[in-house]
């Protein structure tokens, strides 16, 4: 009797579809000098703020230029903060197949929109950790009625983020438009992660890691100040600043 091989070996692979850890880095120059120089400003204050992230690199700005980009240095500039070069999106067909022998796996082009106070060198648009799957099929609100523990995290896409209960230190609670957290935020909120700027987070309790509106962010490495930390308060974008006022 012949055996069953093809049985045995379907249960040796599935295949799914997953949503992958990313930091989008949006280059504004071919030079890879230029990009570890405007890293070590950008992350002067936090230099622990990557921990070997995967990352995309956006060729957007540079698709008019002529002339080939040194990948293999780019990257290398990358690494040395921590993160890991995966992908490349947004260049010309040059371009793209010159990231393609480097090493760099093809990513469909951004859907948002950009604003003049969008574009940042260095956007974080998802991080994923131990990740609950919380799928948005459009606009709209989720709500999270549970604590959020160290190493978890949930990503509004498309939506606003209602949380009911703790955000802890070590999680991470991320939206394409407005966060409000109605208890203790210590963990990290990335609101308009997207590149809306008109978002804002909003808590009762202000005590986090990092608070993050457009890619434009504030770490614990600069303390908060008293008439916020532990108080109801919101944070907002005036410009490029980040404006983090007691809630009244």
């Not at 371009?95 to 469909?108: F, R, S």
């Not at 303390?223 to 974008?237: D, I, N, S």
């Amino acid at each position: 009797m012949a055996a069953d091989t093809a049985g045995t070996a379907r249960t040796r692979l599935e295949l799914k579809s997953a949503s992958l850890p990313v930091v989008a880095v949006l280059l504004r120059s071919p030079d890879p000098a230029q990009l570890a120089a405007d890293l070590a400003d950008r992350l002067a204050d936090d230099p622990g703020f990557f921990d070997h992230d995967a990352v995309l690199i956006d060729l957007t700005l540079l698709r008019e230029l002529d002339g080939a980009l040194d990948f293999p240095a780019l990257c290398a500039a990358l690494r040395a903060h921590c993160t890991l070069p995966v992908a490349v999106r947004g260049g010309n067909p040059a371009q793209m197949a010159a990231a393609a022998e480097a090493g760099l796996a093809p990513a469909p082009d951004a859907a948002f929109q950009r604003t003049e106070a969008a574009p940042r060198e260095v956007v974080r648009e998802v991080q994923v950790e131990v990740p609950i799957e919380v799928p948005v099929p459009g606009p709209g609100t989720l709500v999270i009625d549970k604590p959020l523990r160290s190493g978890q995290q949930v990503y509004a896409r498309g939506a606003d983020l209602v949380v009911l209960a703790v955000v802890s230190f070590g999680a991470e609670v991320i939206a394409d438009g407005n966060i409000h957290v109605y208890a203790p935020l210590r963990g990290r909120a990335i609101a308009g992660a997207r590149g809306n700027t008109a978002a804002r987070i909003f808590t009762t309790c202000l005590e986090p890691q990092l608070v993050s509106i457009a890619g434009i962010y504030r770490t614990t490495e600069v303390a908060m100040p008293p008439e916020v930390l532990g108080k109801p308060a919101q944070v907002r974008l005036d410009g490029e600043k980040l404006l983090i006022e007691p809630l009244k």
